[in-house]
Nanobody, 127 residues
């Protein structure tokens, strides 16, 4: 099982920026074989996919609600996943989770069910 630890959340005013990090460890397979994702869950709402990236390379995929504002990246060692969030809106307020699965991201990339590894989350509040 991959261990995931998120950090970087906090409170920010609308229009501001935050950068979340997700440190990973415990890979069973090659670090280049994982679909890594960011999800978020607001109180009373379903957990929704924000964006994904395949550790083996390729273009990140984003939810329409964050496209053009959020950017997913990873470090060269493929041990840390980042989520750069710009132009934040109050509706971005949520607990943000990092998730991983051993596959490409081509099938249901933003659907929660296929991901078997989750972090504990980091809170983002936009006012």
């Amino acid at each position: 099982h991959v261990q995931l630890v998120e950090s970087g959340g906090g409170s920010v005013q609308a229009g501001g920026s935050l950068k979340l990090s997700c440190v990973t460890s415990g890979y069973t397979y090659s670090r280049s074989n994982y679909c890594m994702a960011w999800f978020r869950q607001a109180p009373g709402k379903e957990r929704e996919g924000v964006g994904v990236i395949y550790t083996g390379g390729g273009t990140a995929v984003y939810a329409d609600s964050v496209k053009g504002r959020f950017t997913i990246s990873q470090d060269d060692a493929k041990t840390t996943l980042f989520l750069q969030m710009n132009s934040l809106k109050p509706e971005d307020t949520a607990m943000y989770y990092c998730a991983a699965r051993v596959s490409r991201c081509s099938v249901d990339p933003l659907r929660r069910a296929p991901y078997g590894n989750w972090g504990q989350g980091t809170q983002v509040t936009v006012s």
